[in-house]
Nanobody
Framework: VQVMESGGGSVQAGGSLKLTCTVS????????MGWYRQAPGKERELVSS???????IYGASAKGRFTISEDNAMTNVYLQMGDLKLTDTAVYYC?????????????????WGQGTQVTVSA
């Protein structure tokens, strides 16, 4: 499984940016896709995740500002980010095959991409 992010870059505070994650390989139908981020000096945190049953999960920092979506086969997963803040500056990682919260005992691969930098400036 290969995971590749794109769409990162620099944007001014209040602006928008759309990240794309493209996955190649066979994934488990009971797993999902997610976006995580890691800011300098901070721990990696969940931004959002999406599953085949339509469930979407947002981290506290993303609620109301970010939207996750995917194509029908989850070949591509998107993260539309709006009203960006300085604190959104981070490396954003796409993760394929993430565990569904309702089925924690089912194995998922958790394949990580290399990450894409998002920098928000004043």
């Amino acid at each position: 499984v290969q995971v590749m992010e794109s769409g990162g870059g620099s944007v001014q505070a209040g602006g928008s940016l759309k990240l794309t994650c493209t996955v190649s390989g066979i994934l488990s139908s009971w797993c999902g896709m997610g976006w995580y981020r890691q800011a300098p000096g901070k721990e990696r945190e969940l931004v959002s995740s999406i599953y085949h049953d339509g469930l979407t999960i947002y981290g506290a920092s993303a609620k109301g500002r970010f939207t996750i979506s995917e194509d029908n086969a989850m070949t591509n997963v998107y993260l539309q980010m709006g009203d960006l803040k300085l604190t959104d500056t981070a490396v954003y990682y796409c993760v394929a095959d993430v565990t569904h919260p309702s089925t924690p005992s089912l194995n998922c691969g958790h394949y990580w991409g290399q990450g894409t930098q998002v920098t928000v400036s004043a």
